[in-house]
């Protein structure tokens, strides 16, 4: 734990990367899932029956369910119309779990520069613009590439170029005027996504783990809870998430099978 664990490139949280990006893990279990899986379907509606079992309405119609497991995070569960109204913590729950407030950026360069400085490309500011970097470059012979972590709320109401200028310049301070000179720039602000406005995952206030944590992962009347915001280990990571769908999955098994 700690975090230095959740930093680390060797042995931590940070190792390891997919050639060719982490969406492959979702098409490929889409593609053995086949047309099960309904996409552009944004559910606004979860209502339970007296029978025990559930509606789930969207965009795309109404699907009827014996359980339900929302994956969302726990902030976006205040888009969902629950019929009828979930117990009073539920709510508070959603109210106390915001989103981070990160933005993205990589620059990329002919080569890894900075490894023939003798610097391993992670970096620590509490100057900014850029407060975290990483060297995500896939070899030693390039290209390299740099991320950069910024804060949304400073960052993403910039435009495009000073958006860029601001990183390239954090770049220059942490790694010299070399960092200047990109062959690349893209970034992403994480305060434009409809579903995941703000960060990746939540950062949560003082208190409201031990306030309402409970509540995190509970399920009520068929609604079981998802997403690597209720792991408990690896909490706003891949892992977490794998852990905690299959943690949801053994309690909707128990729940139909009792």
Not at 185 to 212: I, K, L, N, R
Request: hydrophobic fraction near 40%; proline fraction near 8%.
């Amino acid at each position: 734990g700690g975090l230095g664990r959740m930093l680390d490139v060797e042995g931590g949280a940070q190792q390891d990367r997919f050639p060719g990006g982490t969406q492959q893990i979702a098409l490929r279990m889409a593609e053995e899932l086949g047309e099960r899986v309904v996409l552009n379907a944004v559910v606004h509606t979860i209502e339970r029956h007296a029978d025990g079992t559930l509606t789930v309405g969207s965009n795309r119609g109404d699907v009827a369910a014996k359980a339900v497991v929302v994956a969302v995070p726990p902030a976006h569960r205040a888009g969902i119309a629950f019929h009828p109204s979930l117990p009073p913590e539920y709510d508070k729950l959603t109210e106390h779990w915001p989103q981070g407030n990160l933005s993205k950026a990589y620059a990329a360069y002919e080569t890894p520069f900075w490894r023939t400085n003798g610097c391993s490309g992670e970096a620590l500011s509490d100057e900014g613009p850029v407060f975290i970097t990483f060297d995500v470059s896939p070899s030693d012979a390039g290209p390299g590439i740099l991320l950069g972590f910024t804060d949304a709320r400073t960052f993403d109401p910039l435009p495009a170029e000073q958006r860029r200028a601001r990183v390239l310049e954090g770049f220059v301070t942490l790694f010299g005027d070399a960092a200047n000179n990109p062959i690349d720039y893209v970034d992403h602000c994480w305060g434009t996504e409809e579903f995941a406005p703000g960060g990746p995952t939540a950062a949560v206030p003082p208190g409201s783990w031990t306030t309402y944590g409970p509540w995190l992962r509970k399920p009520v009347d068929g609604i079981f809870w998802a997403g690597t915001e209720t792991a408990d280990e690896w909490t706003g990571f891949f892992d977490g998430a794998v852990r905690s769908g299959k943690r949801a999955a053994d309690e909707v098994h128990r729940a139909l099978s009792g």
